[in-house]
């Protein structure tokens, strides 16, 4: 299967994008079935158009030379301006980062990734932070290949 191109992700890409929505919160899900609903999706269809127009959470998306897309990463622009505690560096969150399952291993989550460390510099980054379920081995494994490294670790204790 020949890749296309890494753009923003516009409106047309809103039935891929929600077909890929599913499939993570079904890796969420089969992994913490005690927090995660199934099969579900993390915004709807509304929602993903807003957050598609807004500069502050560009989305990117990788297609094929059909314009089905591949894989995305959800992005958020942060920063702590004026805060007594954080500097005021610029971060770019990736709040969510998938590849379609019929099309791991093909190195469109490590081209994704770079893309939007590319991104992130030429917007004056500091950083590029994300969160990731320890459920998600693959993902961990992934991400340290990537070269990550934690930042903060969050803790439970179920009652």
Not at 12 to 17: A, K, L, T, Y
Not at 68 to 83: D, K, P, T, W
């Amino acid at each position: 299967m020949a890749m296309g191109e890494i753009r923003r992700a516009e409106n047309r890409d809103i039935p891929d994008v929600l077909k890929l929505l599913v499939q993570v919160n079904m890796v969420h899900h089969n992994g913490r079935p005690d927090l995660f609903k199934g099969p579900a999706t993390k915004y709807s269809e509304g929602e993903l158009r807003q957050i598609f127009l807004n500069d502050a959470t560009p989305v990117f998306v990788l297609t094929d030379e059909a314009q089905r897309v591949l894989g995305y990463a959800f992005c958020i622009l942060q920063q702590h301006v004026g805060s007594q505690l954080m500097t005021d560096i610029k971060t770019l969150y990736i709040d969510d980062l998938c590849v379609d399952e019929a099309c791991r291993g093909q190195h469109i989550g490590s081209r994704l990734y770079q893309y939007v460390l590319e991104y992130a510099r030429s917007i004056g980054c500091y950083n590029v932070t994300l969160n990731v379920w320890s459920c998600n081995e693959s993902a961990m494994r992934f991400y340290e290949h990537c070269g990550l490294k934690p930042q903060k670790v969050g803790m439970e204790t179920i009652l």
